[in-house]
């Protein structure tokens, strides 16, 4: 049986939640910035020591907050199911300061408003631009050792637009999600491949 892993890929608008997950599926990316109305499902599957999981790649909106409840939940098609994924990717834009204070909010939230059996989804935060590195904000170090010392996530930087480390992200996103038992415990993951419908990866 093809075990299911699903993701959900939340930050502030313009950060490239979907240039991330286009690139890491088709290799494809665009200058003009279109904006997420409504969510958008991708469905890759990878392959893991010659085991196949599906993965649900949710390409979420902009939402003002994590859903506090089952009925804030579900009365928004933009947030349902988002308080039982298997893994988030937050993602901001290193260049812009607002968008990590977004990422640092919904963080939060997730942690106080997640299904209580499932608290400990993984996270990982993920600075996009870094092609932009002369304008960012703030030091990768100070961000780096914030996340993963206060906030106990992961963290790591990406450039959707050159193909740098999308690969090494969402390998490291699902070694996270399996290490955690949210299916199998693996003590060691080789990713060795990552299938599309209509397209194959090779990672």
């Known amino acids: 049986m093809v075990e299911t892993l699903t993701v959900a890929v939340l930050g502030a608008p313009k950060v490239g939640k979907t240039a991330i997950i286009r690139q890491f599926l088709y290799h494809d990316f665009t200058e003009r910035y279109s904006p997420t109305e ?10 893991f020591n ?13 939402i003002t907050a994590f859903p506090a409840n089952s009925s ?22 290193i260049c812009n300061p607002e968008s990590f204070e977004y990422v640092k909010m919904i963080r939060q939230q997730i942690q106080e408003n997640r299904t209580s059996s499932t608290n400990e989804a993984p996270i990982i935060v993920v600075g996009n631009k870094r092609d932009q590195q002369r304008q960012r904000f703030t030091s990768r170090r100070a961000l780096s ?23 090494l992200l969402f390998k490291e996103l699902l070694c996270s999600a399996l290490a955690r038992g949210c299916k199998n415990n693996h003590s060691t993951i080789r990713l060795q491949g990552a299938l599309h419908r209509n397209r194959c990866s090779l990672m």
């Open 145 to 167: 050792m914030l996340v993963k010392k206060s906030w106990k996530c992961g963290y790591m930087e990406c450039s959707a637009k050159y193909n740098w480390h999308i690969v």
């Open 50 to 62: 010659g085991h196949m999981y599906d993965m649900k790649v949710l390409d979420v909106p902009y």
């Open 72 to 93: 804030q939940e579900w009365s928004d098609l933009k947030s349902r199911g988002l308080r039982n994924t298997d893994a988030y990717v937050l993602v901001y834009d």
């Open 38 to 47: 409504r969510r958008y499902t991708y469905r890759p599957s990878v392959i």
